[in-house]
């Protein structure tokens, strides 16, 4: 009965996010003031979220460069593709949901407290243009159901880049 009660919060808690994100996309606002603003959404109201942020892609470069983020700073301010979760996610250019870093070889340690991560490309006209990078100091929270909502809001981020 709780995982039930919790699936429904959480479920409450996503489609609040996706209404609230929908409605300020619409006003005028440079790219990464939204994008900045999603970040802080998501990393305050999602409590197993506790890192987030945006990666820019260059596929000529074949590199990332940080975005807008909210969390504790970053050093990876630089991925090539390939490189650490995120660069595999771009390389390959699909999702990665990593419920245990520590059993990662190619993993870029952002912080000791990270223990798992979840990575989501995002697409204009088949081409990636950004990621969608979240950490968790918690292992093993992502589901389903992260996915989902996560790759939605990515959809609706893409018309910015």
């Known amino acids: 009965m709780k995982q039930k009660n919790k699936n429904k919060d959480a479920h409450k808690i996503y489609n609040s996010l996706l209404d609230k ?7 005028p606002a440079g790219r990464d003031e939204k994008l900045l603003r999603i970040c802080k959404m998501l990393h305050d109201k999602i409590p197993h979220y506790d890192w987030v942020g945006f990666y820019i892609a260059d596929e000529k470069k074949q590199t990332l460069s940080l975005g807008p983020f909210s ?10 593709f390939g490189e650490g979760i995120c660069g595999q996610a771009a390389q390959t250019k699909n ?3 990593v419920q245990d ?9 952002c912080s000791p407290a990270v223990k798992s ?9 088949g081409k990636i243009v ?20 996560l790759n939605k809001i990515c ?3 893409a018309f910015l880049f």
């Not at 950004?130 to 989902?148: G, Q, R, V, W």
């Open 21 to 27: 994100i929908t409605n300020f996309l619409k006003f």
């Open 71 to 80: 969390g504790e700073p970053t050093e990876h301010t630089k991925i090539k």
């Open 95 to 97: 999702i990665f949901i």
């Open 130 to 149: 950004a990621e969608l990078d979240i950490d968790s100091h918690s292992k093993s929270p992502f589901t389903e159901k992260d996915e989902i909502f």
């Open 117 to 125: 991560e979840i990575v989501l490309p995002i697409f204009k006209e």
């Open 155 to 157: 959809e609706m981020v």
């Open 101 to 109: 870093v520590s059993k990662e070889e190619n993993y870029l340690s």
